[in-house]
């Protein structure tokens, strides 16, 4: 991945850019990346804070060959993946909130957003949007982010360079997506289960459809949360933010 890519000092947001890139023909493995996103978008439709010459923000593009209900299990082996280049780079240990949050330090240093066109089962192709925090202080997080979000650099007291760390977690995505294509998703839920924060605790789940609370037992095999529920079912969540 990234032997293609292309460079923007400012953008409104490598996804968009990406997808354009996408339904023009670019090849697997494309890379967009910029300096400052000026809109740059997270998951749920929200805004993702994209400040200059501090964090790495990233789009990839993908053509997986597998059917449509199988690209969440894709976003999972991105996090995954993520999170091992990140811990053996930094030396921290990083920690997976379902679905693909990285958190370091107790705060959320990284966001991944799957995005993916399809028609009737068929994957024309995925965009992975990463936005990982590296070099940030506190104050350069709006006010309003400061309690959740933080950088690597604020959780190891010590500053990365962002051309390096993107190159490995290139690297570990190419490895690791093409593992995937071959062996399947059984060895990463694995993977994604160890490095996950929330197992075996109480949860809330807030879903457009309202707010579950429950213990996370784990993840099933189409990256759904699985949460036990006071009466001893399991429920399964597909879309929603996890307040621990
Ligand atoms: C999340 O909400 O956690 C996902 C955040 C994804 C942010 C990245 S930064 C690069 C790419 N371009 C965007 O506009 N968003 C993604």
């Known amino acids: 991945f990234g032997r293609e890519a292309v460079y923007f000092d ?3 947001s490598t996804q968009n850019e990406a997808h354009r890139r996408a339904e023009a023909g670019a090849p697997e ?3 967009v990346i910029a300096d400052v996103q000026t809109g740059g978008r997270g998951r749920l439709g929200r805004s993702w804070h994209s400040p200059p010459e501090t964090g790495i923000w990233m789009s990839l593009v993908l053509r997986p060959d597998v059917p449509l209900p199988r690209v969440p299990q894709l976003t999972l082996v991105a996090a995954v993946s993520l999170a091992d280049t990140l811990a053996a780079c930094t030396g921290l240990s990083v920690g997976i909130k379902w679905p693909n949050d990285l958190l370091a330090g107790g705060r959320k240093v990284c966001g991944i957003l799957t995005e993916l066109a399809a028609e009737a089962d068929r994957v024309h192709y995925v965009i992975l949007g990463i936005g990982l925090n590296v070099n940030q202080t506190e104050e350069d997080f709006p006010p309003e982010l400061r309690a959740r979000a933080g950088s690597l650099a604020m959780a190891a007291g010590r ?3 962002r051309v390096a760390l993107a190159q490995r977690m290139l690297e570990g995505l190419e490895a690791d997506y093409d593992d995937y294509l071959q062996k399947g998703f059984a060895p990463f839920k694995r993977r994604w289960e ?4 929330s197992l075996g605790q109480r ?5 457009p459809g309202g707010d579950f609370v429950g213990i996370a037992r784990g ?6 949360l699985l949460l036990e ?8 969540i597909y879309s929603a933010d996890l307040d621990l």
Not at 203 to 207: D, F, G, L, N, S
């Open 10 to 12: 400012a953008i409104a």
């Open 29 to 31: 493995g494309l890379v």
């Open 159 to 161: 500053s990365f360079s």
């Open 194 to 197: 160890a490095r996950a924060v």
């Open 203 to 207: 949860v809330v789940a807030r879903t």
């Open 219 to 224: 993840i099933d095999d189409d990256g759904a």
């Open 229 to 236: 529920q006071a009466n001893g079912a399991l429920r399964k």
